[in-house]
């Protein structure tokens, strides 16, 4: 793809907020997670997710290969979750400030988030420079009414109220 054409498709993504997850699994013993804004749904019968994750993470090749995973909805004050699943805090993808408890899926699930989806593996697809990973969901709870965090224009935002979006405001914050 051209330098242009890809620099106007980061800016027009960049123009569309998108709700912030974490998908999380197990690899062994051993938690896992990283922050995820490219996330949908893709089907309702059978009920199918998908997770877009880019080729050069580090947790990539174990995401893509985990028998099972969690996608975990951020609430407005998990800012700083996603930053260090994003591995702007240290180490990618780590557990050890997170309470979590593992799921029905044994995935983990991070205390606190607005909901999370249990998913089993279905099937991992190529897509260019990231892979497309599709689970079946297999268990979906709703944990917190606590407004969600979106990322938008390269900043975290929320919304003013549960309708916000619908009327075109939104609450942008300032990252620390």
Known sequence: MEKSLREGLRQAMRSYPQGVTIVTFQTGHESKGITVSSF??????PPLVLVSIAKGTPTHDQLSSAKAFAVNFLAYDQESLSDRFAGRKGVQGMFG???FKLGVSGAPIIEG???VIECKAWAVYEGGDHSLVIG????VKSISRKKPLLYYEQ???STESSHALEDGRIQSRDRH
């Open 113 to 115: 988030v607005r909901a």
């Open 40 to 45: 949908i749904s893709v089907s309702l019968d």
């Open 97 to 99: 400030g997170p309470n």
């Open 136 to 139: 079946e969901v297999v268990s």
């Open 155 to 157: 900043q975290y935002t």
